[in-house]
């Protein structure tokens, strides 16, 4: 299986800032990496695919890179609706494999 | 407007086989290349991704997992069940379905999910 590590496992920064989420995975998968938001009691929500195209509707303050082991996800001005937590999953092969989350606050 | 909704039992007791239906709209799984997912969410943990079905019928399911799962679709009731045998308080999860479009890898759009709790 491929592991997809996520870091930081969480994190607080304040109204405004730049907020940047990593994502390794344990082999080579490509651009085969999409990024999703989860607020509490909701289902995930689709923000990036393929490494870095913007989901239709997603504020474009959102983006994703990288390419191969490592990804970055990075929203560039964090609001109060950005709370929740982030999951990247690879889908270069089966078994489909998701990062741990990072859990983003605000400070 | 595609949706998907999960539906089956919020408590199984230990060792039985849990059942959960996926009914959905706005899609049809007769679709070349579109399928339908499960994956699952401990209470305060990250997601897990259980098995697929594709719209040939094509199945792929977790490893870890795989001898406790079947996933089956009825394209005429646009649905797609999940069994899972032999449950374990472990196997405590919300359990979310999603749609996978065609020529992607990613989930789309997810149901609110269904929180099986396993106990006796």
């Known amino acids: 299986d491929i592991q997809m590590t996520q870091s930081p496992s969480s994190l607080s920064a304040s109204v405004g800032d730049r907020v940047t989420i990593t994502c390794q995975a344990s082999q080579d998968i490509s651009y085969y990496l999409n990024w999703y938001q989860q607020k509490p009691g909701k289902a995930p929500e689709l923000l990036i695919y393929d490494g870095s195209n913007l989901e239709t509707g997603v504020p474009s303050s959102f983006s994703g890179s990288g390419s191969g082991t490592d990804f970055t996800f990075t929203i560039s001005s964090l609001q109060p609706e950005d709370i929740a937590t982030y999951y990247c999953?690879?889908?270069?092969?089966?078994?489909?494999?998701f990062g741990g989350g990072t859990k983003v606050e605000i400070k | 407007q595609i949706t998907l909704k999960e539906s089956g039992p919020t408590l199984v007791k230990p060792t039985q086989t849990l059942t959960l239906t996926c009914t959905f709209s706005?899609?049809?799984?007769?679709?070349?290349?579109?399928?339908v997912g499960w994956i699952r969410q401990p209470p305060g943990k990250a997601l897990e991704w259980l098995a697929l079905?594709?719209?040939?019928?094509?199945?792929r399911y977790s490893p870890s997992l795989k001898s406790r799962l079947t996933i089956t679709k009825d394209t005429s009731k646009n649905q797609v069940v999940l069994t899972m045998t032999d449950m374990d308080p472990v196997d405590t999860a919300t359990y979310y379905c999603a749609h996978r479009p065609t020529g992607y890898g990613y989930f789309d759009y997810w149901g609110q999910g269904a929180l099986v709790t396993v106990s006796s």
């Open positions: 706005g899609f049809s799984l007769t679709t070349s290349g579109v399928g």
């Open positions: 999953q690879q889908y270069d092969e089966f078994p489909l494999t």
């Open positions: 079905i594709f719209w040939d019928d094509d199945k």
